[in-house]
T-cell receptor, first 111, second 116 residues
């Protein structure tokens, strides 16, 4: 089965600082999704990557998928308190649209 | 964007009773829905795939008789936790796949179940 490892597990950054979260897969990724979750709430879709070397940006968040399609990174520029939450990467397993989720990264942004 | 709702958002029940959680796709038809479970400070674990008009497909280790799934229409899937025990207390999240969307699954807001 496919496993996704995220690093770091948790992160505390000062407002205005940049940060990067990594997601490493044990197998080649068919599709990689990034979600944000606030405690006790559902998941908010951020971005989806499919092609090796692909990079997408939305507001201050940029996600990349490496050429070998086994690692993705999520980069936040000039972090704000609104960025705080749990970031989850999810991989399309290639079977019946099922997703496998990473271990999660808990982000705190201090003032 | 597509919206998925869950009801109830939270529920407290006594040990031994059954609890039903609903998952609805509000503005699209979902032939496939997924049920996940999330323990505190942990990631989402897929429990089962709910297919409209057919039996659900359960992941390894998930008890079919304990977690009953019914997908009676293209917009509704239900998860019933039967004979609930305190160890079933968790955050349950559903998602629905919109075939017309490239973005995969849309997630509900989750249901927090506490079994006393």
């Amino acid at each position: 089965s496919q496993e996704l490892e995220q690093s770091p597990q948790s992160l505390i950054v000062q407002e205005g600082k940049n940060l990067t979260i990594n997601c490493t897969s044990s197998k080649t990724l068919y599709g990689l999704y990034w979600y944000k979750q606030k405690y006790g709430e559902g998941l908010i879709f951020l971005m989806m990557l499919q092609k090796g070397g692909e990079e997408k940006s939305h507001e201050k968040i940029t996600a990349k998928l490496d050429e070998k399609k086994q690692q993705s990174s999520l980069h936040i520029t000039a972090s704000q308190p609104s960025h705080a939450g749990i970031y989850l990467c999810g991989a399309d397993t290639g079977t019946a649209s099922k997703l496998t989720f990473g271990t999660g990264t808990r982000l705190q942004v201090t003032l | 964007g597509a919206v998925v709702s869950q009801h109830p958002s939270w529920v407290i029940c006594k040990s031994g009773t059954s609890v039903k959680i609903e998952c609805r796709s509000l503005d699209f038809q979902a032939t496939t829905m997924f049920w996940y479970r999330q323990f505190p400070k942990q990631s989402l674990m897929l429990m089962a795939t709910s297919n409209e008009g057919s039996k659900a497909t359960y992941e390894q280790g998930v008890e079919k008789d304990k977690f009953l799934i019914n997908h009676a229409s293209l917009t509704l899937s239900t998860l019933t936790v039967t004979s609930a025990h305190p160890e079933d207390s968790s955050f349950y999240i559903c998602s629905a796949r919109d075939p017309a969307s490239e973005f995969g699954q849309y997630f509900g807001p989750g249901t927090r179940l506490t079994v006393t």
